[in-house]
T-cell receptor, first 113, second 113 residues
Framework: GESVGLHLPTLSVQEGDNSIINCAYS??????FIWYKQESGKGPQFIID?????DKRQGQRVTVLLNKTVKHLSLQIAATQPGDSAVYFC????????????FGQGTELSVKP | EAQVTQNPRYLITVTGKKLTVTCSQN?????MSWYRQDPGLGLRQIYY???????DKGDVPEGYKVSRKEKRNFPLILESPSPNQTSLYFC????????????FGPGTRLTVL
């Protein structure tokens, strides 16, 4: 069925370390995968997306990796900062359903100073 | 300032009393969407609109209505609210018709007694 899930609900890292947040998906028809960040009391904020025909995409301090063989998506944050503490969601945009998005449940990232 | 606004931010109502949550964006975005966020369930899409007069169901459309008469506004209507619609609601807009990079509003906390 259609689902986007996360391996770990919480992740705690030391400031300055790299963070890796994982996401599994089940729908092979997906076209785009997107990562959002949600800080406490705020709406989600777009971080980065990757099209299904790509394996890797880099942004500012973030890298998204897509492994279609095992239907796995990850978000890597370099030199994690306290301001990175938030809940991170992966989302799936399915090609055959236009603008419909399905979100995963989220991973809470906690950065220790 | 480019933004998505929602009103009201907080609402407590009773079962069966019709209500409307307004959403407006000033970025001339084609795509708009409504989500609800519940603990343990993440963000679930209610309805989305890829353009004026075009709306489509998301994952959880039951009990909700929307309209898109003009580009900037996308109100969410609950004709007969029930307690299971108690949730945190987010409106979002996107500059592309696939809805990948979405800008979210601040959220509306709805309680139905």
């Amino acid at each position: 069925g259609e689902s986007v899930g996360l391996h770990l609900p919480t992740l705690s890292v030391q400031e300055g370390d790299n963070s890796i947040i994982n996401c599994a998906y089940s729908n092979s028809a997906s076209d785009y995968f997107i990562w959002y960040k949600q800080e406490s009391g705020k709406g989600p904020q777009f971080i980065i997306d990757i099209r299904s025909n790509m394996d890797k995409r880099q942004g500012q301090r973030v890298t998204v990796l897509l492994n279609k063989t095992v239907k796995h998506l990850s978000l890597q944050i370099a030199a994690t900062q306290p301001g990175d503490s938030a809940v991170y969601f992966c989302a799936e945009n399915m090609y055959n359903q236009g603008g419909k998005l399905i979100f995963g449940q989220g991973t809470e990232l906690s950065v220790k100073p | 300032e480019a933004q998505v606004t929602q009103n009201p931010r907080y609402l407590i109502t009773v079962t069966g009393k019709k209500l409307t949550v307004t959403c407006s964006q000033n970025m001339n975005h084609e795509y708009m969407s409504w989500y609800r966020q519940d603990p343990g369930l993440g963000l679930r899409q209610i309805y989305y609109s890829m353009n004026v007069e075009v709306t489509d169901k998301g994952d959880v459309p039951e009990g909700y209505k929307v309209s898109r008469k003009e580009k900037r506004n996308f109100p969410l209507i609950l004709e007969s609210p029930s307690p299971n619609q108690t949730s945190l609601y987010f409106c979002a807009s996107s500059p592309n018709d696939r809805g990948n990079e979405q800008f979210f509003g601040p959220g509306t906390r709805l309680t139905v007694l």
